[in-house]
């Protein structure tokens, strides 16, 4: 029944920032652990980033450590991806995912929810 529904993606060039949000449509938002992944063409779905319930636990790949940011606002039931400095290798299709009971993970079995994903083009 939770719904997630991401924006902000976009066409930028090498250097440049986004921000993705993703929106839940859910009553419990605070208790879901949230996570963002990523999925380039002909590859596998990657772990980018994942936040706590209550806004701990965050933890990234080496691959965007010290370029991407995570945050989320309850309030909003919504999370947030801060994407700078991207790189061509950033380029994919960028989707939010909830865990309902708070687990905090890399993994994308551990998600119960999913948004549609938005597109994230980064061009050199």
């Known amino acids: 029944q939770v719904q997630l529904v991401e924006s902000g993606g976009g066409s930028v060039q090498a250097g440049d920032s986004l921000r993705l949000s993703c929106v839940a449509s859910g009553r419990t938002f605070s208790r879901y652990a949230m996570g963002w992944f990523r999925q380039a063409p002909g590859k596998e779905r990657e772990f980018v980033a994942a936040?706590?319930?209550?806004?701990?636990?965050?933890y990234y790949p080496n691959s965007v450590k010290d370029r991407f940011t995570i945050s989320r606002d309850n309030a909003k039931n919504a999370v947030y991806l801060q994407m700078n400095s991207l790189k061509p290798e950033d380029t994919a299709v960028y989707y939010c995912?909830?865990?309902?009971?708070?687990?905090?993970?890399?993994?994308?079995?551990?998600?119960?929810?999913w948004g549609q994903g938005t597109q994230v083009t980064v061009s050199s």
């Open positions: 995912a909830a865990d309902q009971d708070g687990s905090i993970s890399s993994r994308l079995n551990t998600y119960d929810y």
């Open positions: 936040i706590g319930g209550s806004g701990g636990g965050i």
